[in-house]
């Protein structure tokens, strides 16, 4: 089965590629590795099982890594502008590949099918490639290609958890659909009536909730000065439950990067969401992986931060993230990792040392785009939070906020 990521197969057995010929190719690689970071983000919310939604942010982070190096690559060469002569019909395509009717057949589809011929792209590059003229796109390959392989890994042992294949026919969908917009040659156009056929009615949509598993329970969570009421042990316990409830700022900054789908936003911007995405991620494995050495596995979770919110406008979500409740929780980062050291708790310091730097970081992230995305808006960035706080005092009028929502909420 032919890739739809490659322009010329080189059929005369030479190897190398020109800048031409270099240029179609990596914005094609780039095009869907974009493509895959939309799908990725949505279906992560969607996805019930924390543990999955663990892997597909760290695949998704992996995506937005691998489209940037292909960027600045791009960016080198002469004709090379990333975003220039991307087929339309590769685009649809691209959109497409989120409209399974469950986890499985999103992952069959983006991991098995578009996933693989991704990595067979790859790795024809690498062979084909002249090792002087293109040793650039061949580092490229070789640090690409281990991390599509270990999605492949993952996805299949994802995919063989289920007795019955059911996904197959959505793949089979995916491979008709790429198979219309490539193979060995430059994209040709396609009549709609040769698209296929979808095998179920499913559009995929961005949920308004973040989708869990039995396992948890709505709620749960104590505020903070019920947590400094309890002893040591005992609060410990309640700030890990609050780390692993990070999923929800995780789920925002997905919504964010599905919602942007094709926009001519800065990618550097969806770049440094993804960037924040994937350590709001890993906070919440800070706490499910704590609570698990203490004794005790995940069980509370609260949506209702990301449910307030997910309506408002991308900027908004961002700006109430990055310069509202970072910094509301930022006083304290420094008494908590304190706090550890003096009980001579090294693994807790350890996690909270690291979260305290990371939202130093995603305030960063927030002053520098908010101040870029307002730069010519008569609004300044107090203007955007009042907007948000009124939004929120609409959402919350006549709703009682459990226990462990506190103030800017």
């Not at 991704?118 to 580092?139: F, K, M, T």
């Not at 698990?292 to 949506?303: I, K």
């Not at 693994?347 to 979260?355: E, Q, T």
């Not at 939004?391 to 459990?402: E, N, S």
């Amino acid at each position: 089965m032919s890739s739809p990521f490659i322009l010329d197969q080189k059929i005369d057995g030479s190897l190398g590629f020109d800048v031409g010929e270099t240029a179609g190719l990596l914005r094609r690689y780039q095009s869907v590795h974009r493509g895959l970071m939309r799908a990725t983000a949505g279906w992560m919310i969607a996805t019930p099982r924390y543990e999955d939604k663990y892997a597909l942010t760290y695949h998704l982070w992996d995506h937005a890594q691998h489209a940037m190096i292909l960027r600045q690559r791009l960016q080198e060469l002469r004709g090379g502008h990333p975003d220039a002569n991307i087929e339309p019909a590769l685009v649809r395509t691209l959109e497409g590949i989120a409209h399974a009717s469950n986890p499985r057949e999103f992952v069959a589809g983006a991991y098995l099918e578009l996933g693989g011929r991704l990595l067979d792209a790859y790795r024809w590059h690498q062979r084909s490639a002249d090792p002087a003229a293109n040793a650039p796109e061949i580092q490229l390959c070789k640090r690409i290609i281990p991390n599509l392989e270990a999605h492949l890994g993952w996805a299949s042992g994802f995919l063989s958890e289920q007795g019955v294949p059911q996904w197959i026919p959505w793949r089979k969908y995916v491979a008709d659909l790429l198979d219309r917009v490539g193979g060995a040659r430059r994209v040709e156009a396609h009549s709609e009536e040769s698209k296929p056929s979808l095998p179920h009615p499913s559009r995929f949509e961005r949920p308004r909730t973040v989708v869990v598993d039995e396992r948890l329970k709505r709620g749960g969570l104590l505020s903070l000065a019920e947590r400094r009421k309890l002893p040591y042990a005992e609060e410990r316990i309640e700030q890990f439950k609050v780390y692993f409830n990070e999923i929800y700022a995780a789920s925002m900054l997905a919504s964010i990067l599905y919602d942007a789908g094709n926009s001519e936003l800065p990618f550097e911007f969806l770049y440094d969401v993804a960037h924040q995405c994937w350590d709001e991620m890993r906070h919440s494995q800070f706490g499910a992986a704590r609570l698990r050495e203490l004794g005790q596995a995940p069980q509370h979770f609260d949506p209702i931060i990301y449910e307030q919110t997910e309506s408002l406008p991308i900027l908004h979500r961002f700006c109430h993230l990055t310069l509202t409740l970072e910094v509301y929780f930022m006083a304290r980062k420094r008494p908590r990792v304190i706090q550890y050291e003096e009980h001579g708790d090294a693994r807790s310091k350890l996690f909270a040392d690291i979260d305290w730097s990371d939202e130093i970081n995603h305030v960063g992230y927030g002053k520098k785009w908010i101040d870029y995305f307002l730069k010519d808006d008569c609004r300044e960035p107090d203007d955007l939070k009042n907007e948000i706080a009124e939004h929120l005092a609409r959402v919350q009028a006549g709703c009682d906020l459990p226990s462990g929502i506190e103030p800017p909420f």
